[in-house]
């Protein structure tokens, strides 16, 4: 007879892990709050829609904070594999030229979402909408909200994180698991903007201005992109992925420091040079002729800089490579595009199954760890549904 698994929440970790479910072994349900599946899926393809990344190997491991969450399902499921896979139920990908992987051209996130959820039906998953699990019995069967009570011989949770609620992911099942003794950490925002203490003059003549081609510098680590600056601070790729490094600063200090290259192609040593060569000219000309900052730049350095320093050309030059920037606080968890924190990866094993409750997973952005945005946060959804998936067929 076949054995029964129950996953609970209907976003991609949830329809990753239904897709590869063998339906000659199990027979399985899907039980989703919500009227729909994948509705953050969708809110994510309203923006960049970054299915994945197509950096190789070993340095993508490296974006995942920790790294060993993503390590054993990676080796089993990597980009390259959910490439193929999209490519095989129908959705052809392209790599642009930021390396993101997108949906090739013209193909809609609902299609996307469309041909996934065929692919779960195919194999006769079953879907239970307007299902919002609370709990579990004494014997450990799940509780829904409408009364329902379900034993299933294995459970998969993939509940997601705390960002973005209206989507489903509203975090209140982290009070079940903690009254199970489970451990769970509050959730904090990340891929967020980070607050910085503008001023209204500054923000009113350069709010919503990008800052192409920079790179920024949170303790030890650089990442080169774009940011925006907005009425509460900084936003954009570049930032987002010193979010790990971010917060850990305005954690223990209560203030993190950043610091932007404003010109990464050229060292500080050639803009110097460029300085000494046009003694006579203003230094805003130089800025603007010769450096080519635009005017967003050049009033950003300005702002973080003294006077002396903006008429010091060798002082000029490296603020020009580290200008040095307070951030003061986080976006609220609610407007981030992702969340850490959530069940402590002390509470798994190496498939995702909880220590405390055997034959029942979590998997996806319910679990504490941070990845950045650019499709890292799809590929993990999809790698640990794969993987646990496979286990659980007993195939790997
Ligand atoms: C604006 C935005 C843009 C993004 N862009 C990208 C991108 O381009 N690339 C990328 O890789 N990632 C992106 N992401 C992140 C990505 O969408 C998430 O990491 C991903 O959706 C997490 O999947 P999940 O299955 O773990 O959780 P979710 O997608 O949050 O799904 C959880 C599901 O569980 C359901 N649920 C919750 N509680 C219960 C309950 N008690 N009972 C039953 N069901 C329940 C919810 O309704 C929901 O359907 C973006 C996110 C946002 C907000």
Known sequence: MKKSISIIGGGPAAMAVASFLDPLQYEVTIYEKNKSLGRKFLVAGKGG????????GESFGKKYTPQEIITPAFKYFDNSNFRNWLEQIGIPTFVGSSKRVYPTKGIKPIEVLNVIISEIEKRRVIIKYDHEWIGWTDENDLIFSNKKIVTSDFTIFALGGGSWKVTGSNSIWIDPFQKKNISTIPFT?????????????????????????IAIRCQDKIQKGEGVITDF????????????????????QLEATIYIDLKPTLSQEKINNIFLNT???????????????NATQVDLIRNHTSKETFINPSLLAKAIK???????????????ISTVGGISL???????????LPHQYCIGEMLDYDAPTGGYLLQSCFSMGAYLAAHLNKTY
């Open 189 to 213: 925002a990340s891929n967020c903007a980070y607050k910085i203490a503008w001023s209204t003059e500054f923000i009113n003549k350069h709010g919503g201005q990008p800052l192409k081609n």
């Open 233 to 252: 601070g900084l936003e954009g790729n570049a930032i987002y992925a010193l979010s790990p490094q971010i917060r850990e600063q305005l954690k223990s």
């Open 322 to 336: 580290n200008l040095e920037i307070k951030i003061i606080a986080t976006a609220t968890t609610d407007e981030a």
């Open 346 to 356: 002390e509470e798994i094993d190496q498939h995702f199954q909880l220590k405390k």
């Open 279 to 293: 003694i006579n000219k203003k230094v805003s000309d130089v800025l603007r002729k010769k450096l080519k900052l």
């Open 49 to 56: 829609f970054n299915l994945t990344h197509s950096e190789e």
